[in-house]
């Protein structure tokens, strides 16, 4: 092949000049870029220090694009400041979030500010209270500041159930708001009495509170003990059968010395021995406020002596006392004797079922002759002989007070009976209205007797084992319609008007107390038993209401 100068191939001597044009392309490029980066170095530095420099004019000449050597390239970065725009004086200012977006119409840029916890300051005015206070508002504790006070104590009532780990009874909230609230055999235990004592602590409206047997113990009576500390409206209790104790009746008397509102407590049934006794003893002479007072059927015995009566003798609240069923023998009955005759408030006493027998009724007499307050007297069951009677019935001779006396089912024959009814009869200032020997076998000598006292004493009843049928409740044989067709007969009554004084509504039916009380406003001859008989045969249905068109077709026939 033919070779040029120095023997080289013409193709590669093409490929040499080719890679020279090429490497003096890249020397002119490298050029031009050192020239215009050293030209704005060069005007920076002319601008005066704390000036920005300002950028040169644009020609036109000048293209979109910035061209480096005929090769278009993005424009060089600006300079930067040496601190952001959000920073002063070394201190980074904190920004809003913010997005900007551009509307593809109108080319333009809007701001939008993203939702914050806070509402703005421009628009702080057109949020309601109630908007903010929904979203939490601006103060932690607002939540317990929206919480409205529940008067009725359920809220409370939930709340203390959960905490003591019971299950809310559904009577109990269904009734807060009634005056009386009767919960016997719920089987609260302490644990039950603890909630309801959180809850009623601040209740308003309950007036009378019957816990009767629901085991509440001793601990459960420090619940409800403490809560009559603080209410003030509760004025009837009723803790008997809950097995209340010693320490219950710790609780208990505490309570007495503190509460001004209770007037009735009944704590029957609850093992009271002769220790809880002398507990409330103490707390029933300082007690002002109490009225009645029931400790029967528990477990008060001889020790009590002095201190029961004297409680009964410093009382000056107590009208009404309650200790039948007790285990009062000897001292203590003699005791409670004395501290009547020294009373001056008490009004009703029931000692039955104890053991006064003789040497406690001749106690009894003496405090009678003194005592001119008590009008009910009970001491049936009392074994009390014919002798205890007649020594009884020396204090009713001078009595004037007395109403009502019980000496049923003792074992004084009938001349224990003749004795005191001999009594009243040389007594002409005495009182006594109703006289209780049930039980007990009268024989003709005190038939006479009471025959002759009745005229003195006209409205005098004396129950006895041969009269006890006349103080039972009657029970009629006749047929109550026929009784009603009779009124009707002889007042001339049309069937008709005696239907139009009933059925004012004129929609053919009533009630049965409506009807029970049209009855009575009619002066129909029926007593209770021949009404109720009336009324079951008239409510076939079972409904609670009598149709009318059934009462017609009965009295037409």
Same mark, same amino acid.
């Given at each position: 092949?033919?070779?040029?100068? $120095?023997?080289?191939?013409?193709?590669?001597?093409?490929?040499?000049?080719?890679?020279?044009?090429?490497?003096?392309?890249?020397?002119?490029?490298?050029?031009?870029?050192?020239?215009?980066?050293?030209?704005?170095? $060069?005007? &920076?530095?002319?601008?005066?220090?704390?000036?920005?420099? +300002?950028?040169?004019?644009?020609?036109?000449?000048?293209?979109?694009?910035?061209?480096?050597?005929?090769?278009?390239?993005?424009?060089?970065?600006?300079?930067?400041?040496?601190?952001?725009?959000?920073?002063?004086? !070394?201190? %980074?200012?904190?920004?809003?979030?913010?997005?900007?977006?551009?509307?593809?119409?109108?080319?333009?840029?809007?701001?939008?500010?993203?939702?914050?916890?806070?509402?703005?300051?421009?628009? !702080?005015?057109?949020?309601?209270?109630?908007?903010?206070?929904?979203?939490?508002? !601006?103060?932690?504790?607002? /939540?317990?500041?929206?919480?409205?006070?529940?008067?009725?104590? #359920?809220?409370?009532?939930?709340?203390?159930? &959960?905490?003591?780990?019971?299950?809310?009874?559904?009577?109990?909230? =269904?009734?807060?708001?009634?005056?009386?609230?009767?919960?016997?055999?719920?089987?609260?235990?302490?644990?039950? @009495?603890?909630?309801?004592?959180?809850?009623?602590? %601040?209740? %308003?409206?309950?007036?009378?509170?019957?816990?009767?047997?629901?085991?509440?113990?001793?601990?459960?009576?420090?619940?409800?003990?403490?809560? *009559?500390?603080?209410?003030?409206?509760?004025?009837?209790?009723?803790?008997? /059968?809950?097995?209340?104790?010693?320490?219950?009746?710790?609780?208990?008397?505490?309570?007495?010395?503190?509460?001004?509102?209770?007037?009735?407590?009944?704590?029957?049934?609850?093992?009271?021995?002769?220790?809880?006794?002398?507990?409330?003893?103490?707390?029933?002479?300082?007690?002002?406020?109490?009225?009645?007072?029931?400790?029967?059927?528990?477990?008060?015995?001889?020790?009590?002596?002095?201190?029961?009566?004297?409680?009964?003798?410093?009382?000056?609240?107590?009208?009404?006392?309650?200790?039948?069923?007790?285990?009062?023998?000897?001292?203590?009955?003699? @005791?409670?004797? &004395?501290?009547?005759?020294?009373?001056?408030?008490?009004?009703? *006493?029931?000692?039955?079922?104890?053991?006064?027998?003789?040497?406690?009724?001749?106690?009894?007499?003496?405090?009678?002759? +003194?005592?001119?307050?008590?009008?009910?007297?009970?001491?049936?069951?009392? =074994?009390?002989?014919?002798?205890?009677?007649?020594?009884?019935?020396?204090?009713?001779?001078?009595?004037?007070?007395?109403?009502?006396?019980?000496?049923?089912?003792?074992?004084?024959?009938?001349?224990?009976?003749?004795?005191?009814?001999?009594?009243?009869?040389?007594?002409?200032?005495?009182?006594?209205?109703?006289?209780?020997?049930? /039980?007990? =076998?009268?024989?003709?000598?005190?038939?006479? *007797?009471?025959?002759?006292?009745?005229?003195?004493?006209?409205?005098?009843?004396?129950?006895?084992?041969?009269?006890?049928?006349? !103080?039972?409740?009657?029970?009629?044989?006749? /047929?109550?319609?026929?009784?009603?067709?009779?009124?009707?007969?002889?007042?001339?009554?049309? *069937?008709?008007?005696?239907?139009?004084?009933?059925?004012? %509504?004129?929609?053919?039916?009533?009630?049965?107390?409506?009807?029970?009380?049209?009855?009575?406003?009619?002066?129909?001859?029926?007593?209770?038993?021949?009404?109720?008989?009336?009324?079951?045969?008239?409510?076939?249905?079972?409904? $609670?209401?009598?149709?009318?068109?059934?009462? #017609?077709?009965?009295?037409?026939?």
């Amino acid at each position: 092949m033919p070779s040029g100068e $120095g023997g080289k191939v013409p193709f590669e001597e093409e490929e040499e000049e080719e890679e020279e044009e090429e490497k003096e392309k890249k020397k002119k490029k490298e050029a031009m870029v050192l020239n215009d980066n050293s030209s704005k170095e $060069g005007s &920076e530095g002319e601008a005066e220090p704390g000036e920005e420099a +300002v950028p040169p004019e644009s020609t036109s000449e000048d293209t979109s694009p910035h061209q480096l050597g005929g090769i278009s390239s993005k424009p060089p970065s600006r300079p930067r400041n040496s601190y952001s725009r959000g920073s002063v004086d !070394f201190k %980074t200012v904190a920004r809003l979030q913010t997005s900007f977006r551009v509307k593809e119409d109108n080319q333009e840029t809007c701001k939008e500010i993203f939702p914050s916890d806070k509402p703005s300051v421009e628009s !702080f005015e057109e949020i309601s209270d109630d908007d903010v206070l929904s979203e939490g508002g !601006f103060d932690v504790d607002t /939540d317990e500041s929206l919480n409205v006070y529940d008067h009725t104590g #359920k809220t409370q009532y939930k709340q203390a159930c &959960e905490a003591y780990g019971v299950v809310p009874i559904s009577y109990f909230l =269904r009734n807060m708001n009634c005056t009386e609230l009767v919960m016997m055999h719920y089987g609260l235990g302490p644990q039950g @009495a603890k909630a309801i004592s959180v809850s009623l602590i %601040t209740n %308003t409206s309950v007036l009378k509170l019957n816990l009767k047997d629901n085991w509440l113990e001793a601990e459960g009576a420090r619940a409800i003990a403490e809560m *009559l500390k603080d209410n003030c409206y509760i004025t009837d209790v009723d803790l008997s /059968d809950n097995q209340l104790g010693v320490e219950g009746a710790r609780a208990i008397a505490s309570m007495f010395m503190e509460n001004l509102t209770l007037t009735r407590a009944i704590l029957s049934g609850n093992y009271f021995d002769d220790h809880a006794a002398v507990l409330l003893a103490e707390a029933i002479c300082i007690s002002h406020k109490l009225k009645h007072l029931d400790l029967s059927h528990n477990k008060i015995g001889n020790a009590l002596g002095e201190d029961l009566g004297n409680a009964i003798a410093e009382n000056t609240g107590i009208i009404e006392l309650d200790l039948s069923w007790n285990y009062l023998r000897g001292k203590a009955c003699i @005791a409670i004797a &004395e501290g009547l005759r020294e009373n001056i408030y008490l009004k009703i *006493l029931d000692l039955s079922y104890n053991g006064f027998e003789n040497d406690g009724a001749k106690a009894l007499g003496t405090a009678l002759k +003194v005592n001119n307050v008590l009008e009910q007297l009970n001491v049936s069951n009392n =074994r009390i002989s014919p002798e205890g009677a007649v020594l009884l019935s020396i204090g009713l001779r001078s009595n004037s007070t007395l109403i009502v006396l019980n000496m049923a089912r003792n074992p004084m024959q009938s001349a224990g009976c003749y004795a005191i009814l001999k009594t009243l009869k040389e007594n002409p200032k005495s009182s006594i209205e109703s006289l209780d020997f049930s /039980d007990i =076998r009268i024989n003709k000598d005190f038939e006479d *007797l009471f025959k002759d006292v009745q005229q003195q004493v006209p409205n005098l009843q004396v129950k006895h084992e041969k009269n006890a049928n006349q !103080f039972k409740k009657p029970r009629s044989k006749a /047929d109550p319609l026929s009784k009603l067709k009779e009124f009707m007969k002889q007042h001339h009554l049309q *069937l008709e008007h005696f239907l139009d004084n009933f059925d004012q %509504t004129e929609n053919q039916y009533i009630s049965l107390k409506d009807f029970r009380e049209g009855l009575q406003n009619a002066r129909v001859p029926l007593n209770d038993v021949e009404q109720q008989k009336l009324l079951d045969s008239l409510d076939k249905r079972d409904d $609670g209401a009598i149709d009318f068109s059934d009462l #017609k077709n009965l009295l037409s026939t």
